[in-house]
């Protein structure tokens, strides 16, 4: 099982509610002090993971190609990737955007997760029942002004989970989305402020979600983005 932004709020919580389900989970982030962190817990939960520190930003098809040969190597295969990272630097009117920023951020959030789940398809479709989880905003939410590239990207999120199960439905890939809701993480402090935003949960109670769309039990939601109940913003 392979998680993205395994340091992150959602994505540490996953890895660990995965590996309490008794799954070995390859732990991918940039910041390797933290992810060393994770390592610990998750490894005090379940089976012990497997550190993969990598920074989406200046990855390229090369590095992802890499990682496959290398989780082919000592894997064999992989049952199930879920897409935790992320990249938001604030709101900002779109007029006022650096150039740069903007791209970051679709590369960061849509294009650098197509290309780690282009190069893993092979190793999932040798799993029976694999699954491909991308994590979502709400489109209805950050589609309103001042939400930039993160934003446009997560438009394109909602789009690639649809292409990608029409694509794949008929193997044993399984393909969905899941919109967690507000969650008190570091990228929504950026936009909210704390103090004040009584409707955020913590990533823990979003974590069983990913275990239910990675599993089998995931079946139900094939092709969806699924909002779990008590997820709404």
């Not at 890895?15 to 490894?43: F, I, Q, S």
């Not at 894997?75 to 970051?104: I, K, N, S, V, Y």
């Not at 650098?112 to 799993?127: G, I």
């Not at 649809?162 to 969650?183: D, I, K, Y």
């Amino acid at each position: 099982m392979l998680v993205s932004g395994a340091a992150g709020g959602l994505g540490s919580a996953a890895a660990r509610a995965c590996a309490r389900a008794g799954a070995t989970v390859v732990l991918l982030g940039r910041k390797v002090p933290r992810l060393n962190r994770v390592y610990d817990a998750v490894a005090a939960d379940g089976p012990e993971p497997m550190l993969y520190p990598l920074d989406l930003e200046g990855a390229g098809p090369d590095d992802y190609a890499e990682l496959a040969t290398r989780l082919e190597a000592e894997l064999g295969r992989l049952d199930g990737m879920l897409h935790c990272a992320a990249e938001f630097r604030g709101l900002t009117p779109l007029l006022q955007t650096d150039p740069a920023a903007f791209a970051r951020a679709i590369h960061v959030n849509l294009t650098a997760p197509w290309w780690l789940s282009q190069a893993c398809l092979p190793l999932l479709s040798r799993s029976s029942d694999a699954a491909l989880v991308f994590v979502l905003d709400d489109t209805a939410r950050v589609g309103k002004a001042n939400w930039g590239g993160y934003g446009v990207a997560h438009h394109g999120l909602a789009g690639l989970v649809g292409m990608l199960h029409a694509e794949l439905a008929n193997s044993t890939v399984r393909v969905s989305g899941l919109r967690p809701g507000p969650m008190r993480t570091g990228l929504r402090a950026r936009a909210y402020v704390e103090q004040n935003d009584r409707v955020a949960r913590d990533p823990a109670a979003a974590a069983q979600a990913c275990v239910t769309l990675l599993s089998a039990a995931g079946a139900g939601h094939r092709g969806q983005v699924w909002s779990p109940a008590g997820s709404a913003d």
